[in-house]
């Protein structure tokens, strides 16, 4: 499993997981919306956005939810899909949920889920 933007990245396997993808996004990727942020994504602060979001994978099974995005890929390697750039998110300029969920995939199942 990998992450990237959606403007980076159209190979196959492709899974967004915001609450939408841009329009004109090319046909061919899945969505998986229990991954995506709620309502308040952009209202409130980065700490609370974090504290929220923990929450709510909280609340999910680590090993389901792999497995569910795993089977939606089919044949290829899942890549998790939101909005923000490689190259925003390796400078500090913003942060993504899509890293949030690398890092709870790393923490509760010990899978490596790298930014492609």
Known sequence: MKTAC????????RISIARFPPRGTPAGFRAYRTLAPGAWFRSVPED???RRYAGQLDAL?????FA???DLAGDAEPVLLCWER??????GR???H???VADWF???LGIRVDER
């Not at 099974?61 to 939810?65: A, E, G």
């Not at 490689?86 to 400078?91: H, N, P, Q």
């Open 94 to 96: 913003v942060f993504c």
């Open 98 to 100: 899509r890293r949030i």
């Open 68 to 70: 569910a995005l795993t």
């Open 86 to 91: 490689k190259a925003d998110l390796e400078a």
């Open 6 to 13: 959606f403007f980076e990245y159209t190979g196959p396997g």
């Open 61 to 65: 099974d680590p090993k389901q939810t």
């Open 48 to 50: 609370e956005y974090r």
């Open 106 to 108: 790393r923490e509760t």
